[in-house]
């Protein structure tokens, strides 16, 4: 066997590669480590250098009933849009996945729309149908559009592990006398499972990221973390604004372990089969 020999271009280029991704890792990090960081500020502002390491920020945040009320409402809606986007997701996966089916391609593209327009042309849309049907400044037109824009991911998501679902499994169970739900449950369903369950982790965090259209549909007591937070940037910046973005953060870092751990998992499930 003759060992790979490493041209000085292709040297040359792979620096260029790692030098091009740390820098732009580092564009993506550096704000986020800022904001971070004037959490923990002492001072009253976002002047740099910090006057000081304190907590009063977190305190107030969490004992304020104006981010309270938000972040509860915030976590209230996306368990409500998680509970409905990760079902319907599944199902349209699912149906997706049919061999056979006409106009799979159309039907695919037209559940994607919600990932892949603009976010701002969305909530008009969504305003001006929600105010025909009285679904405005209420909780359930609320949930439904955050579930319109969660069930994308939960498609992809499902799709994705379905495309490597090995039919045989199911003509095998099929000819042994089991009906499709029975096939379903024993089958199909323990190998979805993970992408399910990474669907309902990006369902539930593009619900509590969502702000744009919750500005649209959104009345007095449906008032979420995002939308407090770009109502208060508006009025005064104080370092409360940072202590919710850092919460926030750690909240996407949590879904984002969880959604790992299950890629792992899922992983090893198939090396042991």
Same mark, same amino acid.
């Given at each position: 066997?003759?060992?790979?020999?490493?041209?000085?271009?292709?040297?040359?280029? @792979?620096?260029?590669?790692?030098?091009?991704?740390?820098?732009?890792?580092?564009?993506?990090?550096?704000?986020?480590?800022?904001?971070?960081?004037?959490?923990? @500020? *002492?001072?009253?502002?976002?002047?740099?250098?910090?006057?000081?390491?304190?907590?009063?920020?977190?305190?107030?945040?969490?004992?304020?009933?104006?981010?309270?009320?938000?972040?509860? @409402? *915030?976590?209230? +809606?996306?368990?409500?849009?998680?509970?409905?986007?990760?079902?319907?997701?599944?199902?349209?996966? #699912?149906?997706?996945?049919?061999?056979?089916?006409?106009?799979?391609?159309?039907? @695919?593209?037209?559940?994607?729309?919600?990932? +892949?327009?603009?976010?701002?042309?969305?909530? !008009?849309?969504?305003?001006?149908?929600?105010?025909?049907?009285?679904?405005?400044?209420?909780?359930?037109? #609320?949930?439904?559009?955050?579930?319109?824009?969660?069930?994308?991911?939960?498609? +992809?998501? !499902?799709?994705?592990?379905?495309?490597?679902?090995?039919?045989?499994?199911?003509?095998?169970?099929?000819?042994?006398?089991?009906?499709?739900?029975?096939?379903?449950?024993?089958?199909?369903?323990?190998?979805?499972?993970?992408?399910?369950?990474?669907?309902?982790?990006?369902?539930?965090?593009?619900?509590?990221?969502?702000?744009?259209?919750?500005?649209?549909?959104?009345?007095?007591?449906?008032?979420?973390?995002?939308?407090?937070?770009?109502?208060?940037?508006?009025?005064? #910046?104080?370092?409360?604004?940072?202590?919710?973005?850092?919460?926030?953060?750690? #909240? *996407?870092?949590?879904?984002?372990?969880?959604?790992?751990?299950?890629?792992?998992?899922?992983?090893?499930?198939?090396?042991?089969?």
């Amino acid at each position: 066997m003759t060992a790979r020999v490493i041209t000085p271009a292709a040297r040359f280029g @792979n620096i260029a590669l790692a030098t091009v991704a740390i820098l732009s890792l580092v564009f993506l990090m550096v704000p986020l480590v800022v904001i971070v960081l004037f959490s923990f @500020n *002492s001072g009253g502002d976002f002047s740099y250098p910090i006057k000081g390491f304190s907590l009063r920020w977190y305190v107030e945040f969490f004992t304020t009933p104006t981010w309270t009320d938000a972040l509860a @409402n *915030s976590l209230m +809606v996306a368990v409500a849009t998680t509970a409905l986007a990760t079902p319907l997701g599944t199902m349209a996966a #699912l149906g997706l996945a049919t061999p056979g089916l006409p106009g799979r391609r159309l039907i @695919n593209g037209f559940l994607l729309i919600p990932m +892949v327009a603009p976010v701002v042309i969305v909530g !008009v849309g969504m305003y001006f149908l929600f105010s025909m049907i009285g679904l405005t400044a209420t909780f359930i037109g #609320l949930v439904l559009a955050h579930t319109a824009l969660a069930v994308p991911f939960v498609v +992809v998501t !499902v799709s994705a592990v379905l495309t490597a679902l090995d039919r045989r499994l199911l003509w095998a169970a099929a000819s042994m006398g089991a009906t499709p739900l029975e096939s379903f449950r024993a089958v199909t369903l323990p190998a979805i499972l993970p992408g399910i369950g990474s669907g309902a982790i990006f369902a539930f965090a593009t619900s509590l990221d969502e702000v744009v259209v919750t500005v649209f549909l959104a009345g007095p007591g449906q008032r979420t973390l995002p939308r407090e937070m770009f109502t208060i940037a508006r009025d005064t #910046l104080t370092p409360t604004i940072a202590a919710a973005a850092t919460v926030v953060m750690l #909240l *996407s870092m949590l879904l984002l372990g969880v959604s790992v751990l299950l890629n792992r998992r899922s992983r090893r499930t198939e090396a042991t089969a």
